[in-house]
């Protein structure tokens, strides 16, 4: 069964369509990255899912139940942390998670053990300062353990690893990874490897529109086809290979194969070992993430 | 339910943590204090001054202080003290809306109903509290000092006084629903205290308008008897009702 269903959803703030027919589905037990850059709409289609924001046309399901916007009828089944977490400065970790915890309906007993358990899974066990004093980690920390405390079937994270330094970033995804086992994660960003990291499935969302959907190994696949540089010693060579590899380009003296396969990079060895053509380098490297973004934005 | 009594707890505890609740309980106690104390030493400041005052041709006879000069003062310091308290809860919610602090709640299933009426609540609390206490210490010194015996429909006086600031507080919930800053809130209350003093410019209309609950001296002198002010405390309570039942769809419609 799917946790999320968002069915071809489409929202403009004025004259600016921001989503624009965005359809897409999480299943359980899956953490689902969701990937676009700045002003893409990411934040929008989270506050979509959430009630918090009236949609111009579409429909979302969550856990079986349609999402209308003003209220929160989802209660317990939803968890949400939003890209900049603010709580109530006054208080600290453990009162703000009872204070979350009574509004879900834990009642208080099973409440007490649960806080624990989340501070601990967050590592904000040992802080007693109030929230006022917390840096933005921390802060992103008590925002996993909100998020998670009535145990929802959807945690959805807003860019939760954008503001943090690389160790923050570590503990986060690792956080997330845990939570799979109970809760089908959305975790939108704008950084490939950590969808890397903790993804089964992704979205690429681009001008309002879905990019690209699929598991995270056919986003792989794509980026699996790597860049071969080859420099010749007598670059009148060039023109031999050339005419042999028709996909190869010259540029700047160098030919290049865009999206060369192992096999390619075979054959153009056996090509030059066979035609006694000396080489001054010959070099492969693979697609970077800004190109694989960029490919997967063009497609 | 659970949402409600959740978060109106959290705004007792914002209440005493922000150290609201201490400025308050300060002002509206230095207030009551300050009442009596006002009547107590004009008589003295006026003895004082009493040389510079007859080199200007005016001599100071004996001035009797009465429980009246006390309440008298209840009447005109009552507002000031008002306006302090609106002027600390006019951010009550908007501060919540453009910190956003209120959105993992409401995605938890806390409804926006359960926001509006809690703080309602704990504005109406601290301001019946407040002014009351404030009440209470007038009261108490001016028997003290003098006789409450001969001031007319005190309590009657003390309850325009409040139901003035319940109307005040109410509008400061319906404002809220619409404003996005604590300024625009206060901007509202005023200017609805502002239209209410001009359209009071008119006689016949003053008597129906609220802000006649504030003009009580006349009750303690007797001029004026409770009945008087039936019709504008009633239209203050129709007023604070709509204000409040109006903020409810007004906030489910706004963007958070």
């Not at chain 1, 046309?57 to 209308?68: H, P, Q, R, Y």
Request: charged share 20%; hydrophobic share 45%.
């Amino acid at each position: 069964m799917n946790v999320l269903e968002v069915k071809n959803i489409s929202k403009s703030f004025g004259s600016k369509k921001v989503l624009d027919g965005v359809s897409f589905s999480v299943p359980e037990n899956c953490v689902f990255g969701f990937i676009g850059r700045n002003g893409a709409g990411k934040t929008t289609t989270m506050r979509a899912i959430l009630g918090l924001l009236e949609l111009d046309s579409g429909e979302i399901d969550v856990c079986g139940e349609k999402v209308t916007y003003g209220s929160t009828p989802q209660s317990g089944c939803i968890g949400y942390l939003p890209d900049v977490p603010e709580f109530y400065g006054y208080m600290n970790a453990c009162e703000y998670l009872e204070l979350c915890g009574s509004i879900t309906g834990i009642d208080r007993a099973a409440l007490k053990s649960r806080i624990s358990e989340m501070l601990e899974l967050v590592g904000l066990d040992k802080e007693k300062h109030r929230i006022g004093g917390y840096s933005r980690g921390m802060k992103q920390r008590l925002g996993i353990a909100q998020a998670l405390i009535n145990r929802p079937k959807l945690l959805i994270c807003d860019e939760p690893t954008s503001a943090l330094d690389p160790v923050g970033r570590k503990d986060i995804l690792d956080i997330i990874g845990a939570a799979k086992e109970k809760t089908s994660v959305v975790f939108s960003t704008h950084i490939l490897s950590d969808v890397e990291r903790v993804c089964s499935k992704v979205a690429l969302l681009e001008g309002g529109k879905i990019a690209f959907s699929g598991s995270i190994d056919s986003l792989r696949e794509i980026k699996k086809g790597s860049a071969l540089e080859l420099t010749l010693t007598c670059p009148e060579d060039c023109e031999k290979v050339v005419s042999v590899f028709k996909q190869a380009t010259v540029s700047e003296g160098m030919i290049v194969f865009q999206n060369a396969t192992d096999k390619d990079c075979a054959e153009l060895m056996s090509y030059l070992a066979a035609q006694m053509i000396p080489i001054n380098r010959l070099e492969r490297h693979e697609v970077d993430q800004e190109d694989l973004f960029m490919e997967v934005i063009s497609k | 339910m659970r949402g409600f009594t959740a978060f109106i707890e959290k705004e007792f505890r914002e209440l005493i943590r922000t150290k609201r609740m201490m400025i308050l309980l300060i002002v509206f106690i230095a207030v009551g204090i300050l009442n009596p104390a006002t009547a107590k030493l004009t008589p003295k400041l006026l003895e004082m001054e009493a040389d510079s005052l007859a080199s200007m041709g005016m001599t100071v006879n004996e001035i009797s202080i009465t429980a009246l000069d006390s309440w008298v003062q209840f009447a005109k310091n009552t507002p000031i003290v008002l306006i302090v308290t609106l002027i600390i809860f006019s951010g009550i919610y908007t501060s919540e809306y453009t910190k956003g602090t209120l959105i993992p709640l409401l995605t938890k299933g806390l409804s926006r109903s359960s926001v509006v009426l809690s703080k309602y609540v704990v504005m109406f609390v601290a301001w019946s509290i407040g002014i009351w206490l404030c009440f209470g210490i007038t009261y108490f010194y001016g028997d003290f000092y003098w006789d409450n015996s001969v001031v007319k429909g005190v309590v009657f006086a003390g309850f325009c006084l409040w139901l003035f600031g319940v109307m005040m507080v109410s509008s400061i919930v319906f404002f809220s629903s619409i404003a996005s800053s604590a300024g625009q809130v206060i901007l509202g209350a005023g200017g609805l205290y502002f239209v209410m003093m001009i359209a009071g410019i008119s006689k016949k209309v003053s008597e129906y308008l609220p802000t006649k609950l504030l003009a009580i001296g006349s009750l303690y002198t007797g001029e004026l008897v409770p009945s008087d002010y039936k019709i504008p405390a009633i239209i203050a309570a129709i007023i604070s009702v709509n204000f409040v039942i109006a903020a409810f769809p007004l906030t489910h419609k706004r963007q958070i």
